[in-house]
Every structure is written in structure tokens, then in C-alpha cells.
T-cell receptor, first 117, second 116 residues
Framework: AQKVTQAQTEISVVEKEDVTLDCVYE???????LFWYKQPPSGELVFLIR??????QNEISGRYSWNFQKSTSSFNFTITASQVVDSAVYFC??????????????FGQGTTLQVKP | GAVVSQHPSRVICKSGTSVKIECRSL??????MFWYRQFPKQSLMLMAT?????????EQGVEKDKFLINHASLTLSTLTVTSAHPEDSSFYIC????????????FGPGTRLTVL
């Protein structure tokens, strides 16, 4: 069965601190996609990144970076020099690959990040 | 990027009434759309997969007769909550898949349903 676990329910940091949000996944598929979404208080999901299972390169986009490690089934997300605007709920998600591509997304429980000024 | 709209954004209704929520892909055609439900401080739970021109596929535990889904065109899917009750109050989010490649999905802004 597919499962995504975000063990950190809530994280509180002070502005300019670095923060890492953990994501651990389970799947039997050899081809799959991993995602991170941001959900601000308005409720609309904002796409942050997609990573396919064959690409283990880490990625950096501005203050955001992602560490994908298949060996530990983890896809962690780091925000460097956090800002108040980063306060939101962050979801990690998993979807099946080509073989049984129903398109379903399995979401983790979400991590609420609060960045204090 | 691709845009998905939902209407209404908020709805308050009396218990026993039915409510229809629309999900539209504004600048692309979507053969597949998804409906999620999100309770306060919880994650998104997939309710059903909506396929254009065919019946929706419901997740286990979701009542088909309670949550009617119609995907009559490549740009519109509707979710009707029939005989709504207070426990149906939730945040409903749709997404539309633009391509199967990378499972590229775009999310609507959500509809907050309150049943009195």
C-alpha cells in the first residue's frame, strides 16, 4: 500500500532560521512521483516541486531545497532563512507511476509551519 | 500555469438540501479530475476520480449516492452533496489533470461548505 508520513505536525521557528520538513513514503511501485505543496491560510494548494523516482538529484530553488533519498524513502524539504510569509501547511504527496497511472495523489498528514518575526 | 476554478467558494445551506460545486479547467482540457475533502487541520482525502464521459470512481468509504459526480465535458466536473447534513461540512477541493505525463495536476481554490 502507498503511504506518506509527515511526522512533524507543527513546527515553529523564528524568522531567518533554517527549517527542514520531513517526508517519508512507502510504495511498491518502481516508478512514482513525489510532490510538495504549500497550503496558505487561504486554502488554495500551491505546487512547489515534483520529483520522479528516477531522479535522485537534489534540487534548489531560491530559499527552497529538496533532498530525495530512495535508500531511506525520504523526500525532505528545507527552507533556508525562513520568512513570515512561509507560514503555511506543507504537504508531501506521492502518486503512482506509469504502470498503473490512475493519477491519484496520496497526501501526508501535513506539517504546519509557523515563522515568527 | 494552468488555472482551475471552483464555484462557489463558500456555501452555507440548511440540513437536508443539496449543494452543487463546480470545478472548471479554464485553459486546458481535463479528461480526469479529482475531488478531495479536507477537514480542519487535517490532510486532503481523495473522495473520487472523475472521468469525462464515464462514471466516477469512488474511494472506499465514500457514499456514491451521497456525493454525486458528473464530468460531462472536458472542462467541467460537478460534485453534488445530496441531502446535506452538518457532518458534511468541510473544505472540498478539486484538481484537474492536464496530462498523464508526470501526473501534472492543478488544484482549484476550494469550496467551504457549511451545513446548518
Amino acid at each position: 500500500a502507498q503511504k506518506v508520513t509527515q511526522a512533524q505536525t507543527e513546527i515553529s521557528v523564528v524568522e531567518k532560521e533554517d527549517v527542514t520538513l520531513d517526508c517519508v513514503y512507502e510504495t511498491r511501485d518502481t516508478t512514482y512521483y513525489l510532490f510538495w505543496y504549500k497550503q496558505p491560510p487561504s486554502g488554495e494548494l500551491v505546487f512547489l516541486i515534483r520529483r520522479n523516482s528516477f531522479d535522485e538529484q537534489n534540487e534548489i530553488s531560491g530559499r527552497y531545497s529538496w533532498n530525495f533519498q530512495k535508500s531511506t524513502s525520504s523526500f525532505n524539504f528545507t527552507i533556508t532563512a525562513s520568512q513570515v510569509v512561509d507560514s503555511a501547511v506543507y504537504f508531501c504527496a506521492l502518486s503512482e507511476g506509469y504502470a498503473s497511472n490512475t493519477g491519484k495523489l496520496i497526501f501526508g498528514q501535513g506539517t504546519t509551519l509557523q515563522v515568527k518575526p | 500555469g494552468a488555472v482551475v476554478s471552483q464555484h462557489p467558494s463558500r456555501v452555507i445551506c440548511k440540513s437536508g438540501t443539496s449543494v452543487k460545486i463546480e470545478c472548471r479547467s479554464l485553459d486546458f482540457q481535463a479528461t480526469t479530475m479529482f475531488w478531495y475533502r479536507q477537514f480542519p487541520k487535517q490532510s486532503l482525502m481523495l473522495m473520487a476520480t472523475s472521468n469525462e464521459g464515464s462514471k466516477a470512481t469512488y474511494e472506499q468509504g465514500v457514499e456514491k449516492d451521497k456525493f454525486l459526480i458528473n464530468h460531462a465535458s472536458l472542462t467541467l466536473s460537478t460534485l453534488t452533496v445530496t441531502s446535506a447534513h452538518p457532518e458534511d461540512s468541510s473544505f472540498y477541493i478539486c484538481s484537474a489533470r492536464r496530462t498523464e505525463l508526470y501526473n501534472e495536476q492543478f488544484f482549484g481554490p476550494g469550496t467551504r461548505l457549511t451545513v446548518l
